[in-house]
């Protein structure tokens, strides 16, 4: 019985060492042990540890300054949102915009138009006038429907006269652009020309050639003065469209001009007229 006892107890200080030398494992795994004797007791260890941190309360100085870093922030976030608000595009902006020249129809007609140029600060007769309407993609001359304006306006990012006035520059540098300029002066043909006219007549065509090559083309003046006195009424659109081939590739002096070419009556009759003109 003696003997048994006394195993008993061996068993359970054996368990108990166990149980300390796991935990020991487990907490020196983790870096939560420190490296002390072996006679070190635990509460040694306590005694070394440092004491909690008071909080420092906050003075009167430091809760202003939270305080106007705070509105600073609430101040910056709304300075930017109201700049984000102007600088984005609004349809409902764009829409207001086109009902002040369009009234309560769903197109801005001639009045409206005249107001719209004078606002803008261009007048009608501006090329500027006719790569807007190239941009809007306008069907007919001296009006935009809704459609046109919303989509044209919208590519553009133009909703106000303000933003339509800083954009001016930008539609006069497109026709600087060879390829650009090619589809708004063949854009101009049907732009300028009566619906239920397949030609363009000569009055017309004669303002629009010179409104795009009156300043770039130095035989504009001459060729204006041949229209004047040919036979022609109107003006078809391959004959329109040979005009500016033949403006672009043709020495002033017509020296590299090939009668034999597949160029349209029109053009030989004027190169014929100018040579004659030249002799005489």
């Known amino acids: 019985m003696h003997s048994d006892a006394a195993n008993l107890q061996l068993n359970s200080h054996l368990t108990t060492l166990a149980s300390i030398h796991k935990i020991h494992h487990t907490l020196h795994r983790l870096n939560l042990t420190e490296d002390v004797g072996q006679d070190s007791h635990p509460s040694a260890c306590c005694s070394r540890a440092m004491p909690p941190r008071k909080k420092r309360r906050p003075s009167a100085g430091d809760d202003m300054s939270a305080k106007k870093s705070r509105q600073d922030s609430v101040f910056r976030k709304h300075e930017t949102s109201q700049i984000r608000e102007e600088e984005t595009f609004s ?8 009902y002040e020249y369009a009234g309560c129809d ?37 009006y935009f429907t809704l459609q046109e304006w919303l989509r044209g306006m919208g590519s553009l990012q133009c909703d106000s ?44 065509a004669k303002c629009m050639l010179g409104l795009l090559l009156g300043k770039t083309w130095p035989l504009f003046p001459v060729f204006n003065q041949f229209l004047e006195q040919s036979k022609y009424k109107v003006i078809n659109k391959d004959q329109w469209c040979n005009v500016l081939e033949f403006s672009r590739t043709i020495n002033l002096d017509l020296s590299n001009y090939d009668e034999d070419g597949a160029w349209p009556v029109l053009l030989d009759e004027f190169v014929e007229w100018y040579k004659e003109r030249q002799m005489s």
Request: charged share 30%; proline share 2%; aromatic share 12%.
């Open 91 to 98: 349809s409902k902006r764009c829409l207001e915009w086109f």
């Open 106 to 142: 769903d197109v801005v007609g001639p009045e409206g138009m005249e107001k719209f140029c004078e606002d803008i600060g261009v007048e009608p007769e501006n090329v500027v006038m006719l790569v807007l309407a190239w941009k809007l993609d306008a069907q007919s001359m001296g």
């Open 161 to 204: 006269t303000e933003r339509l006035r800083n954009s001016l520059d930008y539609l006069r540098s497109v026709l600087n652009d060879s390829t650009s300029f090619k589809l708004i002066y063949r854009y101009a043909f049907d732009f300028a020309r009566e619906k239920d006219q397949r030609s363009l007549d000569l009055n017309t």
